[in-house]
């Protein structure tokens, strides 16, 4: 169980373009999602916080302008990079959790896509 | 806010032998912390965690130990295997639902 559908896995475009991101929770209900950007050999950092129904809370320093986030039910999230460039290349994740009988699960991961903007 | 250092960056041993990570962190209010490998190209994914009324929990060859009082915690793999090889990231959190703050991560290989 709990599994965590990120789509595309990768992608390629020209700078300029908007990309848009899914993150789907399969067998759960996705109270909480979150979205991650991990350089090369590095952590994971925080980019933003979604619960359903609700504005997304960003990282200070994050763009929420440039990062679109909307998580529209309770198994979907998406992450829009708008207006994408070169610097914007990056591995993004995202993850989800639920709350089961009151108390809250673990974070969930998806697989990541790879962006790449040329 | 938190602040979570892990070490070693690197690690490598033979297969069979043990593997240990550890992981300190700041905030004495974080009471959870799980333990996630990553696969090269993959997401991460959760191997153990371990709540802060808990001072160890063992799952098979996987283990993990927390220090309240010092505030730190470590990863234990026994036996290692070429397939455990990955990079480790643990994490700490106040409430499993909550934020998580992520080390830096540790690459672990195991020499077949």
């Known amino acids: 169980g709990a599994v965590v559908s990120q789509h595309p896995s990768r992608v390629i475009c020209k700078s300029g373009t908007s990309v848009k991101i899914e993150c789907r929770s399969l067998?759960?209900?996705?109270?909480?999602m979150f979205w991650y950007r991990q350089f090369p050999k590095q952590s994971l950092m925080l980019m933003a916080t979604?619960?359903?129904?609700?504005?997304?809370?960003?990282e200070q320093g994050v763009e929420k302008d440039k990062f679109l986030i909307n998580h529209a039910s309770l198994t979907l999230s998406t992450l829009t990079v708008t207006s994408a460039h070169p610097e914007d290349s990056s591995f993004y994740i995202c993850?989800?959790?639920?709350?089961?009988?009151?108390?809250?699960?673990?974070?969930?991961f998806g697989d990541g896509t790879r962006l790449s903007i040329l | 806010g938190e602040n979570v250092e892990q070490h070693p960056s690197t690690l490598s041993v033979q297969e069979g032998d043990s593997a240990v990570i550890k992981c300190t962190y700041s905030?004495?209010?974080?009471?959870?912390f799980p333990w996630y490998k990553q696969e090269l190209g993959k997401g991460p994914q959760l191997i153990i965690d371990?709540?802060?009324?808990?001072g160890e929990k063992k799952d098979q060859r996987i283990a993990v130990t927390l220090n309240k009082t010092a505030k730190h915690f470590s990863l234990h793999i026994t036996e290692t295997q070429p397939e455990d090889s990955a990079v480790y990231f643990c994490a700490a959190s106040f409430g499993v639902g909550n934020q998580f703050y992520f080390g830096t991560g540790t690459s672990l290989t195991v020499i077949p």
């Open positions: 371990i709540r802060s009324n808990v």
């Open positions: 067998d759960f209900q996705a109270t909480t």
């Open positions: 979604s619960n359903e129904g609700s504005k997304a809370t960003y």
């Open positions: 993850s989800a959790r639920s709350r089961t009988g009151g108390f809250d699960q673990p974070q969930h």
């Open positions: 905030d004495s209010a974080s009471n959870y």
